[in-house]
């Protein structure tokens, strides 16, 4: 069948992000190619596709999972098959998994399906579409995370570990920009979207004062979270977001469709939609574990009187004092500037664990 209407891929279409892809793309009236591996899930996206202006031969499923060869060479035939041409991909890491293992502690078993998920069969589908893409000068949109470049986020109760994962992410990310950079003379642009936490649909008027009709990813709960757990790090994850709210799959939707639509002289980008999330953190994990002697006032103070013992050795010199000086100014001005934009955002939770924590690193800090 072929029609000037565009054909777009999209996997791990039967929940959270791929499903809100599928229904926006459905919107903008793109002919489908789902896949998923729950059977009943993904022909109820269908249906909700159909609502939106589609016929049944618009829409082709395909039920498998990604890690297997079949439903790989499946998605694309099917596409063929049915369309007679492909021009979007969204990338096969809707369908992606987390696991909560260290360095230490994570099989090779779960080590291999981890990165058989977000990076193998990514690879894989992307080597089976790219000469259909061609044809139509189509684009690629990967699903990647912060994770890819904020390892040091995770350091926490909520992730204590999720080493490997991270590193799948990074994968991603490079696979993404070097992808752009090979695929540009074949008039195919590859780009990624990166997001961190969404939130789940708990009473949202109250964790989130946003919209109750949302549908949300489940990936922290399939991994380890439980209901509890997740509704409390939701509700303290809004602090972490620069928009004082945690994200939605529609959003991420959002940013997937412009990057394989409108973004059309952009390619190689990874492109953040995270609510200022990576920036907020980055800077306050890298200050909070920036443990350093010559970041204490005690030490510095004492240096004044003694040069011998300067925070940069024997041979410090007034430039050392004045970067010194500098350092501990730049610290302890911005622990103030997220006290009082936490009082800010949320001025109901003046007693919170994040502000009582605030406080006393100040003072532990200044008495030191």
């Not at 793309?25 to 729950?38: P, T, W």
């Amino acid at each position: 069948m072929t029609s000037t209407k565009a054909v777009a891929i999209i996997t791990g279409a039967s929940s959270g992000i791929g499903k809100a892809t599928a229904l926006l793309f459905a919107k903008n009236g793109y002919r489908l190619s789902l896949s998923g591996r729950n059977e009943v899930n993904l022909k109820q996206v269908a249906d909700e596709c159909i609502k939106f202006g589609l016929t049944n031969e618009q829409i082709v499923t395909t039920i498998g999972d990604v890690c297997e060869e079949k439903t790989l060479t499946s998605i694309v035939g099917h596409s063929i098959e049915r369309f007679g041409q492909i021009d979007v991909l969204v990338s096969v890491n809707c369908a992606g998994i987390i696991d909560r293992g260290g360095a230490e502690d994570t099989s090779i078993s779960v080590f291999d399906k981890l990165m058989d998920v977000n990076v193998r069969s990514l690879m894989r589908l992307t080597q089976l579409t790219i000469p259909h893409l061609e044809k139509t000068k189509g684009s690629i949109v990967n699903v990647s995370s912060i994770s890819g470049i904020c390892a040091v986020i995770f350091l926490s109760k909520e992730f204590p570990a999720v080493t490997y994962y991270c590193m799948s992410k990074a994968a991603v990310d490079k696979f993404t920009q070097c992808l752009a950079q090979e695929l540009a003379p074949k008039g195919i642009r590859v780009n990624a979207v990166k997001f961190f936490a969404l939130n789940r649909p708990y009473d949202l008027k109250i964790y989130l004062n946003y919209s109750p009709a949302l549908i949300v990813t489940a990936l922290h709960m399939r991994a380890y979270m439980s209901e509890e757990e997740y509704k409390d790090f939701c509700e303290r994850g809004k602090a972490g977001h620069a928009l004082g709210r945690c994200g939605t799959v529609e959003e991420v939707a959002i940013g997937i469709l412009y990057l394989a639509r409108d973004a059309t002289f952009t390619t190689g980008e990874l492109h953040k939609i995270d609510g200022g999330k990576e920036n907020f953190n980055l800077i306050f994990s890298l200050l909070f574990n920036f443990e350093l002697n010559y970041l204490s006032i005690s030490t510095f103070l004492s240096s004044l009187s003694v040069l011998n013992k300067s925070p940069f050795g024997r041979n410090s010199t007034s430039n050392d004092y004045f970067m010194s000086a500098f350092l501990i100014f730049i610290r302890y001005a911005f622990l103030l500037f997220l006290t009082l934009r936490f009082i800010a955002l949320n001025p109901e939770h003046e007693s919170s664990p994040f502000l009582i924590f605030l406080h006393i690193r100040l003072l532990k800090s200044i008495k030191r």
